[in-house]
Every structure is written in structure tokens, then in C-alpha cells.
């Protein structure tokens, strides 16, 4: 009896232990530590049980099997056949478990948390009830079945629970644990090690007939790998090799080819592989032929790579260094910073064009090209000789092809372009700081173009971890002190300065993804240098820690950084901008940036910190000032924008009502509104026109400078901001707008447009008359003007210009006191209203048009 006892109370705890178990899967916020002591279900009944609790009654059961369970990873379910348990042993024998060593099991951080099914837990318990009703069965009393079970909430070793029934597992921690071996197999980690050896017969993608391709290597919707880019090759030879950890292997890896571009990559087609289907510690060379539904083209070419898969774990474990993802990590970090970093400046000066045909009016200009590199020159009227004169960069980088393109576009109205001929430079062979003069042949009758190419070294540009910041280093601030010094002001007269910016982190960015976070990275902008930050995956807080420095060729330039997120093979959804002028910088300090939107008009969601310090000669970059400013490669085709035209005109208003105001200010002198003001003016007048010299203007213009500047230093102007105010308001006035009914957006618009027109229509019909003054548009006020002109001429070459202009001050002085009511005018602006514009000569109606159908006319025609 007492070994029934026994074995009903071992029963009874169970049920009672995976009741409590069950009860504490519903609150999964709450973190327990349960004390279980579990029977594997082998689908046996009680009787199967109790005999083999009689073939074991000589052996002492006596262990222990302390466990800890999280509770909101307990999911259970039952088989259809009768509850029974027993015991299971390691070696295969009879019912008994012995202790095993813990460390051969894998570790693991979590337990994936799931809800237990409602039909599955009223089975369980079903079945439970039938296990305590059994507790009045009769068993032998010379056969005994005993357990002790003791609980330790300390240990946090690791078994599984299987259920036969759902092939479900449950991740527990214990000291010893009664499975066997081959059911108890630890979790794989598995090597993947690819070389990428060559592309063969790639689409094109670029108007020249060739391709830019890279490698991207995609698993789980990440990016394993990145492969360099090949210019202008349709059968490209990389020869890189990768490796990486795999822990499982129901995965595909998908394998994409890109065209680089300078907007945006073309695809090029992509091909899967699936792990599990790779045979272990073999290498294997693949041609893995390029597919892409949304593509008409049958062959994409194909991707040879070889690929091996190689166990981690167990006794053929590859060990790797305990942060090799980490490593992996610096190393595409490294090969990401030598993708970025430019090690020298092509200068390119376009002189001129040569023998272009004259097929038609219209306008020419060139497209250069190098790398993913663009620059689009300014249109010129077509000539046969067209001059350009303009001058821009090209970084040249380590891996990037020195073959430098050249187009030559005629353009005709807004859509037509006819090319009039290309030609390719090898820039690598030219000598440093040196010009090169060439005269590149265009197509045959086409021309040609002239250009200079000036290769220099550049060694400003680089990326750092925040731990070691260039300036930090020792000497090196003093150095570059020393370098954009005032005794060094005529030395690389180009090398205006050094920037240096500390990306630290952002905070609170916007929430890109479904899953509430974001991938972000960010971009660097100075003119047209550019570089970014790696990606920090699913945050909204990253943390990029990186230090960049930048070659300041303009003081003037404006520090863009920009915040993306990474989505794929998509295009980076936009996160937030600021602009930071260099000038604007203060050294040393650490700022809290609020990000803005895309054009820079209200605030986004986030801030990003940064810490900048900029070193620059102050006479490099006054001459730098004189020198024309450098153009952006490639400028956004700009769009229509109603609250674009709407703030254009709210801005040539402000300009214009600035402009009547002084224009009514220096009329109420003459009006003499203010007695003391009307003869301080003319006593000015007087003695500025008596002793007027050339110096005077320069220095009226420091007088006005200096004017302002004290009424800024005193607080008494301030700033004006009402763009920045307008712009603010952006949404707000986006939403009123969309509350509005559609008959009031067109009144809106319609008001601007007319705005826009009537400004258009006076400052034609001032130019158009001022020409059809002289052309005789009108016989007798071109003979007017004709007389007037002689007139001046004659009394300008015998009378001073100084005492002209002071009678003709006195005389609008003196007008309102010597007629109180005579009316304010402008003779020449009088004159002119008078001449007609084009649009007026078109419409008025000639008689010699009319005159052969007069009735005299018509009666001496008639026979």
C-alpha cells in the first residue's frame, strides 16, 4: 500500500504542477519560477506503468530534477490516446534516468513566447482528472514504485519537454535531465562561406550599351554582403569571398544584381538558393542564371559563384573569435569606408566646342561622366564655335573606373535631344598637378570639344570611430594650425579648411517600418562630397558613434546631413534633414539638432546630435569668395508647386513694397510733408552733388553696413523670417486647403497666376517699349526722342553733369512751393507710356492693310 500511496501522490503532484503550470500561462507579464518534476508522455496506460514500476521496485528512485520554467512559454497539448508516464533513461535501459552533464546542451538567451490553444488545455485537463480518479485503483502490494522529487529554484541549466502529440518543445533549465541523446540534439550553427568569381552575359542598362554591376547577397530580408561595383562591364570578374554564420537552414538566399546609377540602381535579376539543399563541408561552383519576372528579356545572363556550407558546433565546430559577427561587421564597415573615401580630385575645365553642325536653332550642352559620377553642363545657343568656360570636380576613388565619358546633346524645345557624339579619356595615366589639354573627336561632321583635365591628391576625407577622432590626435590639431595658418594664406590657394563632424546618435525618430521601428543611416553632404553611416537596424534611438572629415574648398558651403531609412532594394524612405552652414559652426560644441522636412520648410519627427569643428584659412577663403561657386552635380528637376509660387510672390512683393517705400520717402522730401526733414535733405543733396567723387559710394555703402550693424548689435531690428514662418505653417495651411472646396483652390490659384501674369506683362512692356523707341516703331516719338537726345548731348558736353543734377534737384525741391497743387511726375516714365508694347503694335490696325478697300480705291479698280 504504501508503495501505491507512493506512486498516487507522485501522480497528484504532477496534475497539480502542470495545473499551476496552466494557470500561469495566462498572465505573461508576471516572470515565475515554477518547481516541476516531469514524466515524458510515452502514450502507455497506468497498468503499463505499474509493471514497470515492479520490474524497477529493486532500484531506489531517488532523484532529482530541480527546473525553471518561464511561464509565458508553456504550451502543452495532448495526444489522442490515454495519459500515461514513465520514466526514460539514457542508455536505452528500463525507466531510470541518471544524471548528464548540462554542458553539452546548447544555451539558450530566450523562450519564444506562444498562446496555448483553448482545445488542447480542456484535453489536458480532462486527461488530468482521469489520472487523479485512478488514485482508489488497486495495485500489488509487494511491488513499489517511489520518487522523490526535489525542487531548486537556483540552477539554470537547460532540457526540453517534446510532445509527441505537436512535435511541440518547451526550453527548461535543469541540472540533470531524462532524455536521451538522439532526442535531445542541440541547436546547429552552420558556416556559409561564398566567392563571387564572375558575371557572364549581363543585361544592359545604360544608354551606352554597357552595365554597372554589383552583388547584393540577401538573407532573411538583410544584407549579408555587398560586392564592388564594375564599371561599364557586361561580364564582370570579382573574385570576392565572404563568410558568414547560418543557424538555420530553412532559409533562402537570394542573390541580386544591380546597375549602379547616381539617382537610383537598376535591377538586373536576381536567383535564389536554398540552404537546406547544399551538402555539407563540400564546395560546390554554382551558375546560377539571372531571372526577373517584371523584365521581356529572356536571358539576363548568368552569376558563377562557390558556395560552402560547414557545421559550427559539436566536435567539427569551426570555432570562430568570440565577436566575429562583430568582426563582420568592421569588415564591411571597412570595405564600406573604402567605397566612400576619395583619394584624389580631377579638375575638369570645359573650354569650348568646335565646328558644330548649325542644323537649327536650339541649345547644346555636355554630359561628363565618371564612375557613378554626373555633370550636366549649361545649355549655350548653338554656334559653331560655343564657348562654355566652366569648371568642376570629380573624385576619383580607389575601385572606381578612370574611364571618363563624355556626351555632347543638342537640345530642341523641351523633349527633343539629338546626340552629337561621344567620346571616352583614360584619366588614369595622367600626372599629379599637372593640366592636360584634349581635343576629343565627335562623331564624323560633328565637332569636336575641348577641355582641361588637372589631377591633385587629396587626403581629407575619412571615417573614424568616435573613440579616436582625427583632431584628438596627438599633433594632429597642432598640424592643421599650422597648415590653414595666415604664413601658409598663398599655398593651395583650393585648400581652404578642414571640417571635421562627430555623428553621435539620434533620438525619437520617425517609425518607417510595420513593426513600429526604423533601419536608419545617415548621409553627409558638403558640396559635392558625400558620406554615410552604416545602417543600425530596428531602433528608433541608433547610436552611429562615427567621426568624418571633409576638404573645405568653400567657406561658404552648407553641411547637409541626412537621415534615411534602409528599406531593401527599395529607395531609402526619407527620416529627416538639417542644413548647418559652416560659418555658422561653433568648434567644440555639442549640439541637439531638431530634423526637418525635405524641403526644409517645417520640423519632423526626431533630433540628431552632433559635434562639429571646422579649421580654415580666413584670406584662402575671402579670395575662394570672388571665384565662382561650385555646382551641384545633378539638381532635382524642379515641379510645380502652388505654395512654392505663392511664397516667390510674397517674396517679390515684400522686395517691391521696400523699393515704394523709399521711392515715397524721398518723395515726401520733395512734398515737404516734414518742414525739417524737406531741408536737411536739401542741404545733403547740395553738398553731396557739389562735392560729389567717385569714393563717395563705396563709402556710403560702409556707412549703411555699419548703420545696420548697430541697429542689429542694439536690438533694435531684428531678422526678417516671415519665409520661415510661412513655411512652418506649411501643413496647417495643407490642411485648411484640403477643407476647402474645389471652386476655392481654383480661386486661390487663380489669384497667384494673375499676380504672376500682370508682374510678367510690366516688365515685358518696359523692355518692349524701350526697344520700339528705337526702331521706329512709332515715327513721331522716335523723332521726339531723337531731338531729346540731341539736346542732352549738346548741353551735357557744354555744362557739367554735377551742375545738371543739381538744377534738377532744385527744381523738385522747389516744385511744390512754387505750385502748392501741381501734380508729382516722371517725365521719362511718361514718355514711355506712350509707346506701345508688341502685344499693342500686333493689335492695333494699319491702314495700308485697309487701304485697297476704300470706296475710291475700289471705284478707280472697277473698269
Known amino acids: 500500500m504504501e508503495d501505491k500511496k507512493s506512486v498516487m501522490d507522485t501522480i497528484r503532484r504532477k496534475a497539480k504542477l502542470l495545473r499551476y503550470s496552466r494557470v500561469g500561462n495566462k498572465n505573461s507579464n508576471k516572470t515565475e519560477i515554477r518547481e516541476e518534476c516531469l514524466l515524458e508522455e510515452q502514450g502507455v496506460s497506468v497498468a503499463d506503468l505499474l509493471k514497470r514500476s515492479r520490474a524497477s521496485s529493486l532500484i531506489n528512485l531517488s532523484h532529482q530534477q530541480p527546473s525553471e520554467v518561464r511561464p509565458s512559454s508553456l504550451c502543452l497539448s495532448s495526444p489522442a490516446t490515454a495519459l500515461s508516464m514513465s520514466l526514460r533513461n539514457i542508455g536505452g535501459g528500463t525507466g531510470l534516468t541518471r544524471p548528464v552533464d548540462s554542458s553539452d546542451w546548447p544555451s539558450q538567451d530566450s523562450v519564444t513566447d506562444s498562446p496555448c490553444e483553448e482545445q488542447n488545455i480542456s484535453n489536458s485537463t480532462d486527461e488530468m482528472d482521469q489520472v487523479l480518479r485512478l488514485r482508489d485503483t488497486r495495485l500489488p502490494s509487494s511491488e513499489s514504485f517511489a520518487e522523490k522529487s526535489h525542487y531548486n529554484r537556483k540552477d539554470s541549466d537547460t532540457f526540453s519537454i517534446h510532445d509527441n502529440g505537436y512535435n511541440s518543445n518547451l526550453d527548461m533549465r535543469t541540472e540533470t535531465a531524462g532524455v536521451s541523446e538522439h532526442q535531445r540534439e542541440p541547436q546547429r550553427t552552420y558556416l556559409l562561406t561564398i566567392c563571387l568569381k564572375e558575371g557572364r552575359g549581363l543585361v544592359i542598362r545604360d544608354r551606352c550599351g554597357t552595365s554597372d554591376p554589383y552583388v547584393k547577397f540577401k538573407l532573411d530580408g538583410k544584407t549579408l554582403y555587398k ?109 564600406m569606408k573604402k567605397s566612400q573615401l576619395w583619394t584624389g580630385v580631377f579638375t575638369i575645365t570645359l573650354v569650348e566646342g568646335r565646328d558644330f553642325p548649325l542644323d537649327g536653332q536650339g541649345d547644346v550642352f555636355v554630359r561628363f561622366k565618371l564612375g557613378d559620377q554626373k555633370y550636366k553642363s549649361k545649355s549655350q545657343v548653338k554656334k559653331v564655335n560655343t564657348l562654355w568656360r566652366e569648371k568642376f570636380d570629380f573624385n576619383q576613388f580607389p575601385n572606381q573606373s578612370s574611364i571618363l565619358e563624355i556626351e555632347v546633346v543638342g537640345k530642341e524645345g523641351r523633349k527633343y535631344e539629338e546626340c552629337y557624339g561621344q567620346c571616352e579619356i583614360n584619366l588614369s595615366g595622367l600626372p599629379l598637378n599637372q593640366s592636360k589639354l584634349f581635343t576629343s573627336e565627335l562623331d564624323p561632321g560633328r565637332g569636336k570639344l575641348v577641355f582641361l583635365v588637372s589631377p591633385t591628391p587629396c587626403t581629407g576625407a575619412s571615417i573614424t570611430d568616435l573613440v579616436a577622432p582625427p583632431l584628438e590626435e596627438p599633433h594632429e590639431r597642432d598640424n592643421m594650425l599650422v597648415k590653414y595658418s595666415l604664413k601658409n594664406s598663398l599655398k593651395d590657394m583650393r585648400d581652404v579648411g578642414f571640417l571635421q563632424v562627430k555623428v553621435i546618435k539620434a533620438t525619437d525618430l520617425m517609425a518607417a517600418d510595420l513593426n513600429g521601428k526604423s533601419d536608419p543611416f545617415c548621409v553627409l553632404e558638403l558640396g559635392n562630397n558625400r558620406l554615410q553611416t552604416h545602417t543600425i537596424y530596428k531602433t528608433l534611438n541608433p547610436e552611429w558613434n562615427k567621426v568624418f572629415t571633409f576638404p573645405v574648398k ?26 548647418l552652414p559652416l560659418l555658422s559652426i561653433r568648434n567644440s560644441q555639442q549640439v541637439a539638432c531638431p530634423l526637418r522636412k525635405e524641403n526644409l520648410g517645417g520640423l519632423s519627427k526626431g533630433t540628431i546630435v552632433l559635434e562639429l569643428e571646422v579649421i580654415y584659412n580666413s584670406v584662402k577663403a575671402s579670395i575662394r569668395t570672388f571665384t565662382p561657386r561650385e555646382q551641384k552635380f545633378l539638381e532635382d528637376n524642379p515641379k510645380f508647386s502652388k505654395k512654392v509660387l505663392s511664397r516667390n510672390v510674397v517674396r517679390v512683393r515684400n522686395l517691391y513694397r521696400a523699393v515704394c517705400h523709399v521711392n515715397q520717402f524721398i518723395k515726401s522730401c520733395f512734398q515737404w510733408e516734414s518742414v525739417q526733414r524737406s531741408i536737411i535733405a536739401f542741404i545733403f543733396f547740395v553738398l553731396t552733388v557739389w562735392y560729389w567723387d567717385f569714393y563717395m559710394l563705396p563709402m556710403f555703402m560702409v556707412v549703411l553696413i555699419i548703420w545696420n550693424y548697430l541697429q542689429i548689435a542694439s536690438e533694435r531690428v531684428t531678422r526678417d523670417l516671415d519665409t520661415m514662418e510661412l513655411n512652418e505653417e506649411e501643413d496647417e495651411d495643407e490642411k485648411e486647403s484640403e477643407r476647402k472646396g474645389l471652386m476655392e483652390k481654383i480661386h486661390m490659384v487663380q489669384e497667384i497666376v494673375i499676380t504672376v501674369q500682370n508682374l510678367l506683362e510690366e516688365i515685358a512692356c518696359f523692355g518692349e517699349r524701350i526697344k520700339n523707341t528705337f526702331n521706329w516703331s512709332v515715327p513721331f516719338l522716335s523723332n521726339l526722342a531723337f531731338l531729346v537726345l540731341i539736346m542732352a548731348t549738346v548741353i551735357t558736353y557744354f555744362i557739367p553733369v554735377r551742375y545738371i543734377i543739381l538744377l534738377w534737384g532744385i527744381h523738385k525741391f522747389t516744385k511744390k512751393l512754387r505750385s502748392p497743387y501741381a501734380i508729382e511726375n516722371n517725365e521719362v516714365m511718361d514718355f514711355l507710356s506712350r509707346v506701345p508694347s508688341d502685344v499693342q503694335m500686333a493689335q492695333y490696325t494699319e491702314l495700308s492693310s485697309c487701304s485697297l478697300h476704300s470706296p475710291v480705291k475700289r471705284k478707280r479698280a472697277s473698269p
Open 554 to 579: 568653400d567657406i561658404h558651403e552648407v553641411l547637409e546631413v541626412t537621415v534615411f531609412d534602409e528599406d531593401g532594394d527599395k529607395a531609402p524612405d526619407f527620416l529627416g534633414k538639417v542644413v
Open 227 to 335: 560586392s564592388k561595383v564594375v564599371y561599364k562591364n557586361l561580364n564582370p570578374l570579382w573574385n570576392e569571398s565572404f563568410s558568414f554564420p547560418i543557424h538555420n537552414l530553412d532559409q533562402k538566399l537570394f542573390i541580386k544584381v544591380y546597375d549602379r546609377d547616381l539617382t537610383s540602381d537598376d535591377f538586373m535579376g536576381s536567383r535564389g538558393v536554398v540552404l537546406n539543399t547544399l551538402e555539407l563541408e563540400k564546395t560546390s561552383e554554382m551558375v546560377l542564371p539571372l531571372d526577373d519576372p517584371n523584365s521581356l528579356e529572356d536571358d539576363m545572363g548568368v552569376i558563377v559563384i562557390d558556395i560552402t556550407l560547414s557545421v559550427r558546433d559539436g566536435k567539427n565546430k569551426k570555432r570562430l573569435p568570440k565577436g566575429s559577427t562583430i568582426q563582420h561587421n568592421r569588415r564591411l564597415t571597412e570595405s
